[in-house]
């Protein structure tokens, strides 16, 4: 009986002790402290890069809060947040990645592959925590076949990719803390 209730209040304590613990560990893998840290901002990113769909830089400010929002137990406000987020897109490149030939000596040989890079500029201010203070370049790219389509019929879709993994890297870098 005496060992029954030894172990009782050892289970106890540990509840207790694992409750009191104030950084929260979800399965989205952060590590936020939800008692000091309850809100976020995003300022509109602005398309510096002299490239890209009319609407790229919106998409990706929306985007990025739209990750936020369901991957953090954190309210979105619309400026001075607890975590704020402010930035642009700083590079919108197309680059030939594989050549290949033409088969004619007259004619030039052509892309084989093309490859779409996008890069970001974020400035991450925690306001609880300045220490985790940052400017960070973020950069992906995806690869396409112009022989068999046009950059016009994918790039909607090579862009969405691209932000989508420029945005798991913000938010790796920012509040996982890997």
Same mark, same amino acid.
Not at 13 to 36: D, H, P, R
Not at 77 to 102: C, E, H, K, M, W
Not at 144 to 169: G, K, M, N
């Given at each position: 009986m005496k060992l029954n209730r030894i172990k009782f209040l050892l289970v106890w304590v540990t509840i207790l002790g694992l409750q009191g613990c104030a950084v929260?560990?979800?399965?989205? *893998?952060?590590n936020i402290n939800y008692? /000091?840290?309850k809100?976020?901002? %995003?300022e509109n990113f602005f398309n510096d890069s002299g490239g890209g769909p009319a609407n790229m830089e919106?998409?990706?400010t929306e985007a990025l809060k739209e990750y936020y929002q369901r991957n953090t137990q954190l309210e979105l406000v619309r400026s001075n947040g607890?975590?704020?987020?402010? *930035?642009?897109?700083?590079?919108?490149?197309l680059t030939p990645q594989a050549v290949v030939s033409s088969g004619d000596p007259n004619l030039p040989d052509r892309a084989g592959q093309?490859?779409? $890079?996008? $890069?970001v500029s974020v400035e991450?201010? #925690?306001?609880? #925590?300045?220490?985790? #203070?940052?400017?960070?370049?973020f950069a992906f790219f995806k690869d396409y076949d112009p022989?068999? %389509? $046009?950059? /016009?019929d994918v790039e909607s879709e090579l862009v969405e990719d691209i932000f989508e993994t420029i945005i798991q890297d913000i938010f790796t870098a920012t509040v996982a803390n890997w």
């Amino acid at each position: 009986m005496k060992l029954n209730r030894i172990k009782f209040l050892l289970v106890w304590v540990t509840i207790l002790g694992l409750q009191g613990c104030a950084v929260k560990y979800s399965f989205t *893998g952060t590590n936020i402290n939800y008692e /000091l840290v309850k809100t976020f901002s %995003v300022e509109n990113f602005f398309n510096d890069s002299g490239g890209g769909p009319a609407n790229m830089e919106q998409r990706f400010t929306e985007a990025l809060k739209e990750y936020y929002q369901r991957n953090t137990q954190l309210e979105l406000v619309r400026s001075n947040g607890d975590l704020q987020f402010s *930035g642009s897109i700083v590079s919108y490149t197309l680059t030939p990645q594989a050549v290949v030939s033409s088969g004619d000596p007259n004619l030039p040989d052509r892309a084989g592959q093309m490859r779409l $890079t996008i $890069t970001v500029s974020v400035e991450y201010i #925690n306001m609880t #925590n300045e220490e985790e #203070n940052k400017k960070q370049t973020f950069a992906f790219f995806k690869d396409y076949d112009p022989r068999t %389509v $046009t950059l /016009l019929d994918v790039e909607s879709e090579l862009v969405e990719d691209i932000f989508e993994t420029i945005i798991q890297d913000i938010f790796t870098a920012t509040v996982a803390n890997w």
